[in-house]
């Protein structure tokens, strides 16, 4: 059974940087990919960033430029630096991760950019 334990998330003003932490536990063995997805109150979720055992990058054109997505192989865990943060990054960020066809879900951490 795989397990995701999200940290990191803040209340951050309009401009500022927040590094979010997503590590996972379990029999994960690549390929597999890993990412995050944020879901802002009233608004369906939505994709953010990925990245695959393999090391290929992928993000959301309204994050492209500010946030960076990397990961530790060895420890198995996704990070998310956001910079130049909006207030239309306001949102629960879910960490995820696809592997053996099957698809696992962090808890949320919850985000908040506001003066």
């Known amino acids: 059974q795989v397990q995701l334990v999200e940290s990191g998330g803040g209340l951050v003003q309009p401009g500022g940087s927040l590094r979010l932490s997503c590590a996972a536990s379990?029999?994960?063995?690549?390929?597999?990919?890993m990412g995050w997805y944020r879901q802002a109150p009233g608004k369906q979720r939505e994709y953010v960033a990925s990245i695959t055992s393999g090391g290929i990058i992928d993000y959301a054109n309204s994050v492209k430029g500010r946030f960076t997505i990397s990961r530790d192989s060895a420890k198995i865990t996704v990070y998310l630096q956001m910079d130049s943060l909006k207030r239309e990054d306001t949102a629960v960020y879910y960490c995820w991760v696809s592997y053996g066809g099957k698809h696992y879900w962090g808890q949320g951490t919850q985000v908040t950019v506001t003066s």
């Open positions: 379990g029999s994960i063995f690549s390929p597999y990919a």
